[in-house]
């Protein structure tokens, strides 16, 4: 028998070097830019809290559901004093940038608004044992390495699209679409609210728009254009919903760009008022996908007075400096290939073209849709804010202080900065995450086509082909996920990850700091967070390929969702 003194000897060193604890690997996603790891590590369970009260409410809200999420992990309350957590105003640093510094006084963190504060704790989460996003107290070792870091993004606008026309997604689902964003520092939500397949958003002024127009009688089957599920599919936010997801996104360092398409995309509109079109219809929402050829009549006063009237009221829910004006795909649609363009044939649009000295010929229609660009940027213009468009815009006389967006390659991109316009890309070659990214698409969710795995999104360098002087015009990247074939919440997130963790490095990390084998080991920690928030995502850069392993939500939660939104799946 071993003497007590030696075991309670033995029983002190455990208990001391268990205290000390052995710090997560540092797997931060997106890395950031600047780190330096030294050798020890501060507990943070029970530690000591100080809060400038100089921040302002929103950072303050930050930091106390960081605690929160701190407290009930380690299932101890932090309590008021020196010595450890402290968060200070440093007003000499940009809104994003962040500094830490951990040694063995404690964890110090300077910011100097809302996003810094909130990147620097969700840096510190990602340090941390994966039990931190957890909502119970778990055993781990609660310790965060001694280190400094000095972060701060490579690019201002970081973005990620979510269309709800083709699909609708209810509010806790664009709230789980948020906060994926917000682990991993994006800033811009790019809503797409309205297509020829729904219109999605309450428009007190226009009732039809969600009375008619955001429901379509059926839904295509496959790529079986002849056929429909027959099912009526729909959904609509009212303006209260939206502003609730506003302020949820805007507390987590997220701004909402809504997008109403125009002229084109707007076949639900005209399903809810035919007058608005060329040929007065009557028009239907659409079932199938694809590009329609019924657009907005842009000889008609009365399509100018509806487009001011929608964005008044899109302006009094959204607050973003930017509102997406479209701008995609109006012409040659894809359906009934024998019709000619409505606006080759309409008296009104004839007429309009001719009072704008506007010649016949195949720029006739670019310069027409540049026409309703203009009108409409400069109503925007006029309240103070200012338009994005997708890279069709720029086929006319693109007015200053328009937005390109380039989704077409990356051409429209650099001709867009090479003229002054300021460029976000978004290439589909890298950024359509409708697009599979399994090696085995036979056994991937069916989708619309494509291939754009985790190493292409990884490895776009958004500069290259840029000139230095219009690199300033560089805004920043987003990757875009349309939902034609994608029907359920499981099978978006499945899309979306663990693909927006790699573009979060292409737009957080500056370029010396971006490496692919770092950034795929540190994927695992990532599932772990993921699972932690019951959030799917693809495994297939680990080997195992389409939905073969299991949802992270049950089955009871799944079927409950359809019953709820029968879908066609
Ligand atoms: C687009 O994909 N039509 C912008
Ligand atoms: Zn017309």
């Known amino acids: 028998m071993k003497h007590p003194s030696i075991l309670a000897a033995l029983a002190l060193l455990a208990a001391l070097s268990c205290s000390k604890g052995t710090p997560q690997p540092f797997q931060v996603i997106p890395m950031p830019n600047e780190v330096t790891i030294a050798k020890g590590v501060f507990p943070v369970k029970g530690a000591a809290l100080q809060v400038d009260q100089a921040l302002d409410a929103p950072s303050q809200a930050a930091i106390s559901a960081f605690v929160q999420a701190l407290e009930t992990a380690t299932g101890k309350a932090l309590k008021e004093g020196e010595g450890g957590f402290s968060f200070h105003l440093n007003p000499d640093l940009e809104a994003e940038e962040y500094f830490i510094r951990i040694d063995k006084k404690g964890v110090a963190v300077e910011a100097s608004a809302l996003n810094g504060f909130l990147y620097a704790c969700e840096t510190l989460k990602q340090m941390l044992p994966v039990e931190i996003y957890g909502s119970r107290k778990a055993k781990a070792d609660w310790v965060l390495p001694r280190a400094t870091i000095h972060d701060k993004p490579r690019f201002a606008y970081r973005g990620m699209h979510l269309d709800s026309s083709r699909h609708f997604w209810s509010l806790d689902e664009v709230k789980r679409y948020i906060d994926v964003m917000a682990t ?193 940027q400069k109503y925007l213009s006029d309240n103070g804010r200012r338009i994005i468009g997708w890279d069709e815009i720029l086929e006319g006389n693109l007015q200053p202080g328009a937005t390109v967006m380039s989704w077409r390659g990356t051409e429209g991109g650099i001709q867009a900065a090479a003229r002054g316009f300021d460029a976000i890309f978004t290439p589909t070659g890298y950024f359509y995450f409708d697009y599979y990214q399994g090696r085995e698409r036979d056994k991937e969710p069916f989708g619309i086509g494509g291939y754009v795995p985790l190493e292409k999104v990884y490895s776009y360098e958004p500069l290259q082909g840029i000139p230095p002087r219009d690199q300033q015009h560089i805004l920043g990247v987003q990757a875009n996920l349309w939902t034609e074939y994608i029907s359920m919440p499981e099978h978006l997130e499945y899309m979306l990850l663990p693909r927006m963790c790699a573009l979060s490095e292409v737009q ?62």
Request: net charge negative.
């Open 184 to 376: 991993y520092k994006l800033n811009r939500l790019h809503w797409h609210l309205t297509d020829d397949q729904g219109w999605r958003m309450q428009i007190k002024r226009y009732p039809r728009l969600t009375e008619v127009g955001a429901w379509r009688a059926g839904t295509v089957v496959g790529k079986d254009w002849g056929r429909t599920d027959g099912i009526l599919y729909g959904g609509f936010y009212t303006q209260d919903q939206l502003r609730e997801v506003v302020e949820y996104a805007a507390a987590r360092g997220i701004t909402i760009i809504p997008e109403i398409d125009l002229p084109g995309h707007m076949v639900a509109a005209l399903a809810s008022y035919p007058e608005l079109g060329c040929t007065g219809g009557p028009y239907k929402v659409w079932e199938r996908w694809g590009v329609a050829k019924d657009i907005l009549c842009a000889g008609n006063e009365e399509v100018f007075t509806f487009l001011e009237n929608v964005l008044y009221e899109v302006m009094q829910v959204f607050p973003s400096e930017y509102i997406h004006i479209g701008g995609d795909e109006c012409f040659n649609g894809d359906a009934e290939p024998e019709r000619p363009d409505p606006w080759d044939i309409c008296p009104k649009c004839a007429r309009r073209m001719a009072q704008l000295g506007i010649r016949r010929g195949p720029g006739a229609k670019h310069e027409l849709q540049n026409y309703v660009t203009s009108r409409i």
């Open 508 to 569: 957080w990390c500056n370029a010396d700091n971006k490496d692919y084998e770092r950034f795929n080991a540190s994927l695992d920690h990532t599932f772990g967070i993921l699972d932690k928030k019951g959030v799917n995502y693809s495994l297939d850069c680990r080997g195992l390929v389409g939905l073969e392993r299991k949802p992270a939500r049950s089955a009871a939660d799944l079927e409950a969702y359809l019953e709820a939104n029968p879908v066609n799946w």
